[in-house]
């Protein structure tokens, strides 16, 4: 949920509550000259601004996203064993569009292929391996 969507629903709710507070002063103010049936209003008012509140922290507490309690982690780093085509040496990778010279940062493994981003045309192919077996 939104945020704000949950600010907002907050902020109702507790609105309401402070409203029922007030209200439930009055009756148990006019409790004392007209008799128990306004302190009963009064008391169930109470008793439901106090639900209010409640449910405004539980709300908090409970709808809070997801993203807060994972951990990311950056500067992960995996090394991968790349079997190449006969012929190919790392220190010859060259992109087949211009020519350019393709260093280690350049290759990825994505979805289990070797892709290579050229860093001179911006080109992008994946590293094509004939069956050994």
């Known amino acids: 949920m939104n945020q704000i969507l949950r600010y907002l629903v907050v902020i109702i709710?507790?609105?309401?509550?402070?409203?029922l507070v007030l209200g439930?002063?009055?009756f148990f103010l006019a409790a004392a000259t007209t008799g128990v049936t306004?302190?009963?209003i009064g008391g169930v008012m109470m008793l439901i601004a106090v639900g209010l509140f409640g449910g405004a922290f539980l709300f908090m507490k409970m709808s809070k996203p997801a993203e807060q309690h994972i951990h990311h982690h950056t500067n992960v780093e995996q090394n991968i064993k790349v079997d190449l085509p006969t012929g190919v040496k790392v220190e010859q990778l060259k992109c087949k569009e211009c020519g350019g010279d393709i260093d280690g940062s350049s290759v990825k493994?994505?979805?289990g292929v070797v892709v290579i981003n050229c860093p001179w045309c911006n080109?992008?192919?994946t590293l094509q391996q004939d069956v050994k077996w």
């Not at 709710?13 to 409203?19: C, E, K, R």
């Open 38 to 40: 306004d302190a009963i």
């Open 109 to 111: 493994m994505a979805g």
């Open 123 to 125: 080109e992008s192919y």
């Open 13 to 19: 709710l507790i609105s309401f509550a402070l409203l």
């Open 24 to 26: 439930s002063l009055v």
